[in-house]
């Protein structure tokens, strides 16, 4: 599979980077040479093959559901790059 | 005196507790080592008067009599490791002013062992590289040369900071972080020893995440007993990560020295690729009969999935890293570039906070978990790194103790050499090296030989889920007989 220029395009919208229209033919080539590469996979046979979910055989953990952390606004705010009244602030979302 | 950042780390904690010298002094002498040698990049940031106050309370500790197993001994930290008030980066210039209001567990375990935080290292951007090229600060230089070159070499990556630190006497050892070879390619491009225990051993927690199901913390050092050392402290279960396993941690440093008589080492056969450099090869033997002469046995065996490592972890590591990189959106931490409404000030923060490498890499894996496209790559992969895990299940069910393989198909290479328009060309830089962590298995680097221009070479052993001992033991028989790595001339002060 490769991928064409309205494809970049589409992706790097999806991945939320703004691409300028050079940049999109040079990750073009760059994203079908890592494409082809990984191509290689489709020789393998996979019938009947469970995909890997946990490296190493664990069960997952349960904790008690209380709050074992927080009330510090502060410092949960502290590398904010706009911060208001104790929140994070953002651009006007909500027409 | 002579020079105290020569010692290893057991001298300098025995010099330390007989009173031969304080920490304060051993500390200075460290940050006095850092001051000259700019040239190498390998700081991204030094934290002399931190470093001054933890060895002040280190030797109040040592006139108590209350020293801790590393008390008093300096360390640089990779840069992706959270430190409580210390800005910490990742090599990326959308953390470029972060100061994390929390340690990372594997710091604090050090810190509360009594070590001396130097500063931080440099990485190659998210820990995405394999020579620390893609530093937001730059790269870092190697502190070994080509016989008659001065040609500046990459240190390797992502943990080249912190491999460069080490083999320049810049700290007394460094913690790393592996997700594809990131502790054990540059381990062996500077001659030093480095090791990746079996994913679970030690906490992720406060490491910045690239790709969580294959990041693993694991120590550089200058000795399979130092990094043994270091590794004992930085080992242990935390709550915090729900993948952190709650086993106990052995004492490393006792398997050092111990006897490998009747290990049985599997050389599989397809580590052989095409191209493999004859020096390579040599070495691999070499290293089979260091370790047939100390009473291994020699075992030839196969793992049919290994071509097939490389190209799945670039779709799982991948698409993690997609994941994990989302929450940088210029809204809770690191820069924003504003715009006119909020999905542009994403775009814009992300396109510039990013590097080109981080781009790319989030941009593959944005794609091959879009829809239509997840069952293709992802799912495949997941599945062939079962098949992966499986090949080293069998060897190991076969009476196999330990794998011995390269750690990289080359020695280390020039600045800018394989950074050119295929990316292809340094991911294959990690060729032996993520089978490991795709398969969550422990691996160490020791140097082992050098190449014909006098470069340092290192072989890898790979253990059993957590067979760390075994890979100390094996580890310290091919120090022994290939001998220690040093730098002689330090061109760089």
């Known amino acids: ?95 | 005196m002579t020079d105290l950042t020569r010692l290893s780390l057991t001298a300098a904690r025995e010099g330390l507790a007989e009173g031969h010298f304080t920490a304060t002094e051993l500390t200075q002498a460290y940050l006095g080592a850092i001051e000259t040698a700019g040239a190498l990049n390998a700081y991204v940031l030094a934290t002399p008067e931190k470093a001054l106050a933890m060895a002040k309370a280190s030797d109040a500790r040592y006139a108590k009599g209350e020293a801790g197993p590393l008390d008093g001994l300096p360390l640089g930290v990779k840069d992706n490791y959270a430190v409580e008030g210390v800005r910490t980066t990742a090599g990326s210039n959308i953390l470029k002013n972060f100061v994390p209001p929390y340690e990372s567990t594997v710091t604090s375990r050090l810190w509360g062992d009594g070590a001396v935080l130097l500063g931080k290292l440099n990485q190659d951007e998210f820990a995405m590289g394999s020579s620390t090229e893609s530093s937001a600060f730059g790269p870092t230089v190697n502190p070994w040369r080509r016989a008659g070159s001065t040609q500046p070499l990459v240190p390797g990556g992502s943990s080249g900071g912190s491999a460069a630190a080490v083999a320049a006497h810049l700290c007394a050892g460094a913690a790393g972080t592996d997700t594809g070879g990131s502790i054990r390619q540059p381990a062996a491009f500077t001659g030093t020893v480095g090791i990746k225990p079996t994913y679970g051993r030690c906490s992720r927690w406060g490491i910045v995440a690239y790709a969580s199901s294959l990041d693993q913390a694991g120590p550089i050092a200058r000795s399979v007993n130092d990094a043994a050392l270091l590794l004992r402290s930085m080992a242990g279960h935390d709550p915090k990560d729900s993948t952190s396993v709650d086993r106990a941690v052995p004492d490393y440093e006792a398997a050092v020295g111990a006897s490998v008589k009747g290990k049985r080492i599997g050389i599989p056969r397809e580590y052989r690729v095409d191209g493999m450099s004859p020096e390579i090869v040599a070495l691999w033997d070499k290293g089979a009969d260091m370790l047939r002469s100390a009473g291994a046995e020699i075992v030839d065996i196969s793992l049919p999935h290994t071509k097939y490592a490389l190209p799945s972890y670039y779709i799982v590591a991948l698409a993690e890293a997609s994941s994990n990189l989302a929450r940088y959106d210029g809204v809770r931490y690191g820069e924003r570039v504003p715009g006119r409404d909020i999905v542009e000030m994403y775009e814009k923060t992300r396109a510039s906070g990013f590097g080109a490498e981080v781009r790319r890499r989030i941009m593959i894996g944005t794609y091959v978990l879009s829809a239509g496209y997840y069952d293709a790559y992802y799912l495949k992969a997941q599945k062939v790194r079962t098949l992966i895990k499986r090949d080293f299940e069998t060897v190991f069910a076969d009476g196999i103790d330990a794998v011995l393989a390269p750690a990289t198909p080359s020695p280390a290479f020039g600045i800018g050499e394989k950074s050119g328009a295929d990316p292809v060309a340094m991911y294959l830089e990690d060729v032996f090296t993520v089978t490991l962590n795709m398969a969550g298995l422990p691996g160490i680097a020791v140097p082992a030989g050098r190449s014909a221009e006098g470069l340092p070479l290192g072989l890898q052993l790979i253990g059993r889920p957590f067979g760390e001992e075994a890979l100390f033991s094996l580890g310290q028989v091919i120090e022994e007989a290939a001998g220690r790595f040093e730098v002689s001339d330090r061109w760089w002060e």
């Open chain 1, 1 to 95: 599979m490769s991928v064409d220029q309205a494809t970049v395009r589409r992706v790097a919208h999806l991945a939320r980077i703004a691409v300028t229209e050079d940049e999109v033919a040079h990750l073009q080539g760059e994203l079908n040479a890592i494409l082809a590469f990984v191509e290689q996979l489709g020789e393998v046979d996979t019938d009947g093959v469970e995909p890997m979910t946990s490296v190493i055989p664990m069960t997952l953990p349960l904790r008690a559901d209380v709050v074992s952390d927080g009330f510090y606004p502060e410092r949960v705010l502290a590398n904010a790059p706009a911060a208001e009244d104790g929140f994070f602030a953002v651009p006007k979302v909500v027409e």
